[in-house]
């Protein structure tokens, strides 16, 4: 094991004002959790006229993500934010509409479902590693592991009209509204302006209604189409709640399909950037990779029958998202009264749910600066609060597409490796958060063939 130790944002201090507060949720969210998130759980500050909680508290987020869920909706400011990105789909659907689309949904993500898109992630992979290794050198990671996930959730959302699909303006689409939307400027801090239109942000919101105008066509098409296409959007427009019947309109198909995209691609993406980031310094991780792949294909290519075999694949990827949430917090608002604990939470109440330092906790974990997949054996992770580890939230409204991103991050992360090396370069990422969890400047690695190894 080296001594190598994970690049982490800066916080501000134990003491810092609001106004500092402010400042750094506008600039960087994650830098504004102190060190005292980090030893302590919870503490309640007054900012700007609303009381709010912040927690690295297990027990605070079991109570909020599943216990008093009902009482626990999303704040105003994380709902507005998510909705300039992505629209009404599920991601912000609230109340009943959640629950409908939700219902409606959830079969799409079943077992059979996902083993059917398996083939799709494997390639990906392969194209990835295939990438990777023609590069050589210093390599930016970053756009390679987005071109991958991208090409993942439109072709299995879109597999039907995938040769007619634009992936690289899509691409840049998604890239410029989280640029442009996935921070918070001062408006946002007021509920009386935080839904007033502004003059600027203008590209942002051009490149999202281009995306709703490219998921509408897609549908249209569809419609006119003689071709049944098995993929996400036919089992989308099929979609119906279990007990009234009711399907989804066409805004909710169009807005689930950017929301399918928004919440899918950018977040895969950023978990193995950062995977190959971690893996770039730590070369005997990458030799336990290879030897695990070496027993499970035997000799041979990824295949989709591989993929619930790579155990440490998933074991690595799962260390990475503890280190780089890419969702490195959640904002809810209280409807009621509520005691958790010790903490009294009173209605209209926000609570932060800041993943980030309690997956870095002190008291939590040991070592938490130290990557160490071996966290994610069976046995340790049954020893330890369900709450503690929550990347894809926790709970009712636990991500739906977690069992599809972890298949499709092993299926990529295997392909990846199974052809080249890594190496860290004299670059130092920085972690930021735009919506997601980014490194500034990209991922410059050092990338060898790995066949020229042997
Ligand atoms: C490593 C990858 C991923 C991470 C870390 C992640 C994380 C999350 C988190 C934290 C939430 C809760 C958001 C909130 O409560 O505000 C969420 C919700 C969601 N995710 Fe994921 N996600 C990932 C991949 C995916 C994929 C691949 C898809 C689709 C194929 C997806 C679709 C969604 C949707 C639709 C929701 C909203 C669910 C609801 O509110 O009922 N995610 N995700």
Known sequence: ????????????????????????????????????????????????????????????????????????????????????????????????????????????????????????????????????????????VMPVMADATLKVIAGTLLSGDGDDFDFATMSKMVDISLAHFGKVDVFDFFKSTRRMPRPWGKAGREAVAWMQQAAADVIDGRRLSEDQAQDLLALLMAARHPDSGEGLTDAQVRDNIVTFIGAGYETTSMAL???????????????????????????????????????KHAMVVQEAMRLYPPAPSLDRVALEDVTIGDLEV?????????????????????????????????????????FQYVPFSAGTRVCIGWKFAMMEAVAILAGALDRVTLAPTDFTPYPRVRITLRPVGGMKLAVRPRASQN
């Open 346 to 386: 009173k209605a209209g109440d926000v609570v932060v749910l800041a993943i980030y330092p309690m997956q870095r906790h002190t008291r939590l974990w040991d070592r938490p600066e130290r990557f160490d997949p071996m966290r994610f054996t069976p046995d340790q992770v049954a020893a330890r609060h369900r």
């Open 273 to 311: 950037t950062w995977t190959l980031y971690l893996l770039a310094n730590h070369p005997e991780w990458q030799d336990t990779l290879a030897e695990e792949r070496a027993a499970v294909l035997g000799g041979g290519p990824v295949t989709p029958d591989h993929l619930e075999a790579l155990e």
């Open 1 to 140: 094991m080296t001594d190598f130790v994970p690049v982490t944002a800066t916080p501000i201090s134990d003491d810092a004002s609001t106004l500092t507060i402010l400042k750094a949720a506008m600039r960087n969210p994650v830098e504004m959790w102190s060190d005292y998130f980090y030893r302590e759980h919870t503490a309640t500050r007054k900012i700007l006229g609303q009381r709010v909680h912040t927690t690295t508290d297990p027990d605070i987020m079991q109570a909020v993500f599943q216990t008093h869920f009902d009482i626990f909706p999303k704040s105003d400011l994380e709902q507005v934010v998510l909705e300039r990105a992505t629209g009404h789909g599920l991601l912000t659907a609230q109340g009943a509409e959640w629950r409908t689309q939700r219902r409606a949904t959830s079969p799409i993500f079943r077992h059979k479902n996902l083993t059917a898109l398996a083939p799709l992630m494997v390639a990906a992979g392969a194209t990835a590693g295939d990438r990777l290794a023609g590069a050589r050198g210093e390599v930016d």
